[in-house]
């Protein structure tokens, strides 16, 4: 564990809770008669309410690492705890239940299906999860609001900008309360000043809400909301910096 623990931590750790750990995560895919190792033991401890990004160039195994601790995908061997809950251990059905209820997901494409309106895209994790269809459009509606597109609930997918699907996306990942917001590129898809939009809002549902973010990302401009940088090269952890030691003037990067 000294791989992480001795890099990178915040202040006062031992006041913090952990969210999420995994423990000589190793995910290999076989390619022919090649075997290519993804992760290689990777050792992270992410605590309650950090905002957390994961960079690192392309084939360096940040996908990786955020699927597997989303539950997306199932390491090779090794442990990821979400809330002390080994999720690789978990069934298909027990998985599921984790994932509508401890996670939200954003997506570099958005994922809203496009025959349903903003308010019925937002609405639907609730559903999923037991809420009854008038209290989870109550509840959509008032999400919306918070990401200002009260005005657009009823506009279908294409009828509205990229950065406008993307708060949709914000909104729809909120819904059912979690306690770990993943990001998968999250700003990948918008131009800059929509880009810089869409990171401010995270940041203020992370403050507002005690919401962990997880993202990976290669948008440089997610360093300056960042409590922690997790940067990731061949497969392992090359080193974690706390914002303030991150010696990048993100303002000037464009």
Same mark, same amino acid.
């Given at each position: 564990? =000294? %791989? @992480? %623990?001795?890099? !990178?931590?915040?202040?006062? @750790?031992?006041?913090?809770?952990?969210?999420?750990?995994?423990?000589?995560?190793? $995910?290999?895919?076989?390619?022919?008669? #090649?075997?290519?190792?993804?992760?290689?033991?990777?050792?992270?401890?992410?605590?309650? !309410?950090?905002?957390?990004?994961?960079? !690192?160039?392309?084939?360096?195994?940040?996908?990786?690492?955020?699927?597997? +601790?989303?539950?997306?995908?199932?390491?090779?061997?090794?442990?990821? *705890?979400?809330?002390?809950?080994?999720?690789?251990?978990?069934?298909?059905?027990?998985?599921?239940?984790?994932?509508?209820?401890?996670?939200?997901?954003?997506? #570099?494409?958005?994922?809203?299906?496009?025959?349903?309106?903003?308010?019925?895209?937002?609405?639907?994790?609730?559903? *999923? &999860?037991?809420?009854?269809?008038?209290?989870?459009?109550?509840?959509? $509606? !008032?999400?919306?609001?918070?990401?200002?597109?009260?005005?657009?609930?009823?506009? $279908?997918?294409? #009828?509205?900008?990229?950065? %406008? %699907? #993307?708060?949709?996306? +914000? &909104?729809?990942? *909120?819904?059912? /309360?979690?306690?770990? +917001?993943?990001? /998968?590129?999250? =700003?990948?898809?918008?131009?800059?000043?929509?880009?810089?939009?869409?990171? &401010?809002?995270?940041?203020?549902?992370?403050?507002?809400?005690?919401?962990?973010?997880?993202?990976?990302?290669?948008?440089?401009?997610?360093?300056?909301?960042?409590?922690?940088?997790?940067?990731?090269?061949?497969? &392992? @952890?090359?080193?974690?910096?706390?914002?303030?030691? @991150?010696?990048?003037?993100?303002?000037?990067?464009?």
């Amino acid at each position: 564990m =000294t %791989q @992480v %623990q001795a890099t !990178g931590l915040p202040e006062n @750790v031992e006041s913090r809770e952990e969210i999420v750990r995994t423990i000589e995560v190793v $995910k290999e895919y076989r390619m022919g008669d #090649q075997t290519l190792q993804a992760l290689k033991g990777v050792n992270v401890i992410i605590y309650r !309410g950090e905002y957390i990004s994961i960079m !690192g160039p392309s084939g360096s195994g940040k996908s990786t690492l955020f699927n597997a +601790i989303g539950g997306l995908d199932k390491p090779t061997s090794g442990k990821v *705890f979400i809330d002390e809950v080994d999720i690789a251990q978990l069934d298909s059905l027990e998985l599921a239940w984790l994932r509508c209820r401890k996670i939200g997901y954003i997506f #570099q494409t958005f994922n809203l299906i496009p025959v349903m309106t903003a308010l019925e895209n937002v609405a639907l994790p609730m559903v *999923f &999860a037991g809420m009854s269809d008038a209290d989870s459009r109550e509840k959509a $509606k !008032g999400i919306l609001e918070r990401v200002e597109l009260g005005h657009r609930i009823h506009n $279908k997918p294409s #009828q509205l900008s990229g950065g %406008q %699907q #993307q708060r949709v996306a +914000i &909104a729809r990942a *909120f819904a059912n /309360d979690p306690a770990i +917001i993943l990001a /998968d590129e999250p =700003t990948g898809n918008l131009d800059l000043n929509t880009g810089k939009a869409i990171i &401010a809002l995270l940041k203020e549902m992370n403050l507002e809400r005690g919401v962990t973010v997880i993202s990976a990302t290669h948008d440089l401009k997610m360093l300056d909301i960042s409590d922690r940088i997790f940067w990731i090269r061949d497969g &392992a @952890v090359d080193k974690i910096e706390r914002r303030e030691d @991150v010696k990048i003037n993100t303002g000037e990067i464009h």
